[in-house]
């Protein structure tokens, strides 16, 4: 067990990092002022209209980071920070933001793999831990025989699933990233100074995704071992 808690432990010191690392960045290039003088939400309107996509909506949300597009409803949702500030971070979050609305105008097929999960992952992460406790747990008390051993499977199923998931939103936030800096560059929106602090915070914001797959990775192939392992 003492394996689980340094895995545990690892997993969360390395999301602490690079998340404060995040936090240090955007706070770094929300001093790096635009000289085009546009907000966040100016710059999400312009690449929608680049696009030519007209049916979906700049809104502003609470919060901090909590920027997000809403294929649902149609939205490009922006936290106060970006909506109404006129710096680098502001517009990198906002292209990238876009870059998923243009992503879902034009069906791009991760995209599309994803949001087919969603509803089957946010079911299935409530449940996979308690599966596979108590289906250790029943097997034991079972010498390891019967229904026990087979819950936990599920369990290990659904575990599976959420991995899956997590590796899938790699491409799509890699590539909402790409799709959102070649516009900024392309239609000069940006100096190279705001650029290159725009494509660092963008960089800082993936590797948030990368670590949390590994982390989904990890605790899989341990819970894998620790099921497969109890029927020996």
Known sequence: ?????????????????VSNTLKNKFKKYSKVHLRNGMSGAEIAEKMLADHGIKDVKVVSTAGML???????????????????????????VAAHEVGHAVQHAQAYEWL????KLVPMVSVSSRFSQWLVFGGLILGAASDNTGIGFYIAIVGLG?????????????????????RALAWLKNKNMVSQQEYAGSKDALKWAARTYLVAALGSLAMLLYWGLQVLGSRD
């Open 66 to 92: 909590t920027d997000h597009y809403d294929p649902r409803n149609k939205t490009v949702n922006l936290s106060a920070g970006v909506y109404s500030q006129r710096n680098a971070a502001a517009a990198a």
């Open 158 to 178: 659904f575990m599976a699933l959420a991995t899956a998931f997590s590796f899938i939103t790699l491409p799509v936030e890699y590539d909402a990233s790409n």
């Open 1 to 17: 067990m003492i394996e689980f808690y340094i895995i545990i432990g690892a997993i969360a010191l390395t999301s602490w990092a």
């Open 112 to 115: 599309t793999m994803r949001s």
